[in-house]
């Protein structure tokens, strides 16, 4: 299994960005995903789910409104729009999905917000 994520970087408040995650090694199709972050000094949060399908997401009360989780089971990819970011955003993202019982997990992206 190896989830792949890439897209973070620096963005002004306000800004845009788009995470993407690439898996490979299991039948993406029939897992549900999600995207978590940790920020420095802090424990790694829940951002969002996704189910296998697509058809339900959920996220955390803190990006309600403005992130976006999405999958394209063709392209094995869940994706992560983040509209207006703010500085407390800043965190290193991961994608995560439990397969076939183990915890599998991306190396991560870091987005900053600054200005």
């Known amino acids: 299994v190896q989830l792949v994520e890439s897209g973070g970087g620096l963005v002004q408040p306000g800004g845009s960005l788009r995470l993407s995650c690439a898996a490979s090694?299991?039948?993406?199709?029939?897992?549900?995903m999600s995207w978590y972050r940790q920020a420095p000094g802090k424990e790694r949060e829940l951002v969002a789910v996704?189910?296998?399908?697509?058809?339900?997401?959920n996220y955390a009360d803190s990006v309600k409104g403005r992130f976006t989780i999405s999958r394209d089971n063709a392209k094995n990819t869940v994706y992560l729009q983040m509209n207006s970011l703010k500085p407390e955003d800043t965190a290193v993202y991961y994608c995560?999905?439990?397969?076939?019982?183990?915890?599998?997990w991306g190396q991560g992206t870091q987005v900053t917000v600054s200005s």
């Open positions: 090694g299991f039948t993406f199709s029939s897992y549900g």
């Open positions: 996704i189910t296998s399908a697509g058809g339900i997401t």
């Open positions: 995560y999905a439990k397969i076939r019982r183990v915890d599998c």
